[in-house]
T-cell receptor
Framework: DIEMTQSPSTLSASVGDRVTITCRAS??????LAWYQQKPGKAPKLLIY???SLQSGVPSRFSGSGSGTEHTLTITSLLPDDFATYYC?????????FGQGTKVEIK | QVQLVQSGAEMSEPGASVQVSCKAS????????IHWVRQAPGQRLEWIGG??????????SQKFQDTVTITRDTSASTVYMELSSPTFEDSAVYFC???FGFGSFDVWGQGTVVTVSS
C-alpha cells in the first residue's frame, strides 16, 4: 500500500498567515492527489483534486502543487473558518490511502 | 441540491452483521460511483470500497474484501454497506461519498457511527 505522510501533524497559526502543509507519498503518485478539509463532527470537504485543481466553490486562497512523491497545500491568508484538520489522499493505485491529517489551530 | 443522507447510528455485538445505507438525491444515481470511507477515533480516514451506480460493479480494499459487502438499489437511489462479523476494531464513523473524477470524493454523507460492543 502507498503510505501518505503529512507534515506537520499540528500547525499553530494566526489569522492572515500563509500556511503550507506537505504530503509525502511512499512512491510516486504523479498528480493523483486530493486535499480535504474536515471540521469536528463533520464529513470531509474536497478542496483540491488532481494535485492542483481547485474544486468548484472553494476559495482561491487554497492551492495545491507538486507531483511525484511530494505535494503541498497552501492557504495564502488564513481566515477563522480555515481552522480545521486537512487530509491528503492518493488515488494513483488501490487501495486509495489518506495521510494522517494536519490540524491547523489558532496560535 | 446534491446530497447523500445516511442511516442512523448502529450498535452491534461482535459477530453480528451491521448494515448502513446511503440515499442519494439531486443527481442521476446511475451515473456516479458511491464509495465508503471510515474513520476510527483519532485515526486517519480509511477507504473501504465502492460501487458503480449503473452497473453495480464493486471494488474493495483488500483489507475489507472478505468482511464488507456493498450493494445498491437503483429504484431507491440507495447504496448499502454491510459489515459481516464486525470486531471491536470496526467501531468507527462510516461515510459514504460520491466519486469525482478518478478517485476524489466531492459529495459526502453526514457519517454513521457504528459501535461494536459486547
Amino acid at each position: 500500500d502507498i503510505e501518505m505522510t503529512q507534515s506537520p501533524s499540528t500547525l499553530s497559526a494566526s489569522v492572515g498567515d500563509r500556511v503550507t502543509i506537505t504530503c509525502r507519498a511512499s512512491q510516486s503518485i504523479g498528480s493523483w492527489l486530493a486535499w480535504y478539509q474536515q471540521k469536528p463532527g463533520k464529513a470531509p470537504k474536497l478542496l483540491i483534486y488532481k494535485g492542483s485543481s481547485l474544486q468548484s466553490g472553494v476559495p482561491s486562497r487554497f492551492s495545491g502543487s507538486g507531483s511525484g512523491t511530494e505535494h503541498t497545500l497552501t492557504i495564502t491568508s488564513l481566515l477563522p473558518d480555515d481552522f480545521a484538520t486537512y487530509y491528503c489522499q492518493q488515488y494513483y493505485t488501490y487501495p486509495w490511502t489518506f495521510g494522517q491529517g494536519t490540524k491547523v489551530e489558532i496560535k | 441540491q446534491v446530497q447523500l443522507v445516511q442511516s442512523g447510528a448502529e450498535m452491534s455485538e461482535p459477530g453480528a452483521s451491521v448494515q448502513v445505507s446511503c440515499k442519494a438525491s439531486g443527481y442521476a444515481f446511475t451515473t456516479y460511483d458511491i464509495h465508503w470511507v471510515r474513520q476510527a477515533p483519532g485515526q486517519r480516514l480509511e477507504w473501504i470500497g465502492g460501487i458503480n451506480g449503473g452497473t453495480g460493479d464493486t471494488k474493495y480494499s483488500q483489507k475489507f474484501q472478505d468482511t464488507v459487502t456493498i450493494t445498491r438499489d437503483t429504484s431507491a437511489s440507495t447504496v448499502y454497506m454491510e459489515l459481516s462479523s464486525p470486531t471491536f476494531e470496526d467501531s468507527a464513523v462510516y461515510f459514504c461519498a460520491r466519486l469525482f473524477g478518478f478517485g476524489s470524493f466531492d459529495v459526502w454523507g453526514q457519517g454513521t457511527v457504528v459501535t461494536v460492543s459486547s
